[in-house]
């Protein structure tokens, strides 16, 4: 699943919003978008976690400020959901 992660700083790096995030996200891939303003970026973070449990760790992050800069958090609806039928 992908979540879309605005609001960053210019320093910002793949390995400091991992750490970072890996108390609400199994985070497995990001990809930082330096394209248009330099001094903020957005990234691109790829998750292992329940569409439930990214819903709900957004929620929470919403209006948190990380480096004076309010954060946004996405999550794009165009995603192939991903059903699993239990026996």
């Known amino acids: 699943m992908q979540v879309i992660l605005r609001g960053l700083t210019e320093d910002a790096s793949e390995s400091t919003l991992a750490d970072w995030l890996s108390p609400f996200f ?4 990001i990809k930082m978008i330096r394209d248009g303003e330099r001094d903020s970026p957005w990234a691109l973070i790829e998750v292992a976690d329940t569409h439930e449990r990214v819903w709900s760790a957004c929620q929470r992050l919403r209006g948190v400020f990380r480096q004076g800069k309010l954060l946004h958090f996405y999550i794009p609806l165009h995603q192939a959901a991903r059903y699993f039928f239990l026996p």
């Open 26 to 29: 199994n985070v497995q891939q």
